[in-house]
């Protein structure tokens, strides 16, 4: 029985290591410049944001590639990178 829960343990053990971790990306817009960027959390909004565009972007990539779609139809006045 003991065997059993050993084993039970590491493969436990086993599956949460091999489970990648989730970095969650978010843009945002700036009140005071009109400027915008990617955050890296997307659950804490930095100071002086006026609004989220894109929540729980998968990668720091496409949130980038977010922004130049944001630049693209003018609703940010800059990128900040």
Request: a positive charge; charged letters at 20%.
């Amino acid at each position: 029985m003991k065997g059993l829960v050993f084993a039970m343990g590491v493969a436990a053990l086993g599956c949460a290591a091999v489970t990648p971790a989730s970095a969650d990306f978010a843009v945002v817009k700036f009140k005071d410049t009109g400027y915008c960027r990617a955050w890296y959390d997307h659950t804490a909004k930095p100071w002086g944001t006026a609004q989220v565009l894109w929540v729980k972007v998968n990668t720091w990539d496409t949130a980038q590639t977010k922004g130049g779609y944001a630049m693209k139809h003018k609703w940010c006045k800059g990128w900040d990178k």
